[in-house]
């Protein structure tokens, strides 16, 4: 079975770090590509960033390049989305997904994901 857990959200101020943590169980990410979205209230979900199997590729979106950064940890099954510089506009529930037929075109295509964690809500003060 398919799971996806995330944690690490919390309050920070404007300009502050937190680090979310996504574990995967049920399939390897070793053999599937994981992605971050974000969804703020009454706005569409966004592609936060995306990692391939091997680790190889990264992709980040235009909002967050420069700030954030995805990285795995093959032996945890999990990975981390370190976020620096943070902004009002970061406060978002953030999400992980994974699909285990994704087109590169579709890296941080929140509609071509099929599974999902339930998030975890991150809150930036201004």
């Known amino acids: 079975q398919v799971r996806l857990v995330e944690s690490g959200g919390g309050l920070v101020e404007a300009g502050g770090s937190l680090i979310l943590s996504c574990k995967a169980s049920?399939?390897?990410?070793?053999?599937?590509?994981i992605a971050w979205f974000r969804q703020a209230p009454g706005k569409e979900r966004e592609g936060v960033s995306y990692?391939?199997?091997?680790?190889?590729?990264?992709v980040y979106g235009d909002s967050v390049k420069g700030r954030f950064t995805l990285t795995k940890d093959r032996a945890k099954n999990m990975v981390y989305l370190q976020m620096n510089s943070l902004k009002p506009e970061d406060t978002a529930v953030y999400y992980c997904?994974?699909?285990?037929?994704?087109?590169?075109?579709?890296?941080?295509?929140?509609?071509?994901?099929?599974?999902w964690g339930h998030g975890t809500q991150v809150t930036v003060s201004s």
């Open positions: 990692i391939s199997s091997n680790s190889r590729q990264t």
């Open positions: 997904a994974t699909d285990f037929q994704l087109s590169p075109r579709d890296f941080l295509q929140w509609l071509a994901y099929d599974y």
């Open positions: 049920g399939f390897s990410l070793d053999h599937y590509p």
